[in-house]
């Protein structure tokens, strides 16, 4: 079993930058892929980012490449992503993701979702 539990979300004026954290409660962090994804009000639940079990690849939304990194710290039982120049459409609760051997951008791929964090870009 796998908990996770998201931080770092808030209001922020757009062209600003937030860190969201996710801290998973897993004896084997580094036997997961960790995603990040994003739900708007109103609209699906969509792919964001993903990493790698070592980190050692990363993926990307075409709408979120250049400004969002997702990196993972794997004797922390942590992944984050670091997101600039942050726009109003950005504006979702992000939710952290967990799973051994996903299809990265499928979420129905990943068996284990954190609560979520609001994250709200103001214009």
């Known amino acids: 079993q796998v908990q996770l539990v998201e931080s770092g979300g808030g209001l922020v004026q757009a062209g600003g930058s937030l860190r969201l954290s996710c801290a998973a409660s897993v004896r084997t962090f580094s036997s997961y892929v960790m995603g990040w994804f994003r739900q708007a009000p109103g609209k699906e639940r969509e792919f964001v980012a993903a990493?790698?079990?070592?980190?050692?690849?990363?993926y990307y939304a075409d709408s979120v490449k250049g400004r969002f990194t997702i990196s993972r710290d794997n004797a922390k039982n942590t992944v984050y992503l670091q997101m600039n120049s942050l726009k109003p459409e950005d504006t979702a609760v992000y939710y952290c993701?967990?799973?051994?051997?996903?299809?990265?951008?499928?979420?129905?791929?990943?068996?284990?979702w954190g609560q979520g964090t609001q994250v709200t870009v103001s214009s």
């Open positions: 990493i790698t079990w070592s980190g050692g690849s990363t």
């Open positions: 993701a967990a799973d051994e051997f996903p299809n990265y951008y499928t979420d129905f791929e990943y068996d284990y």
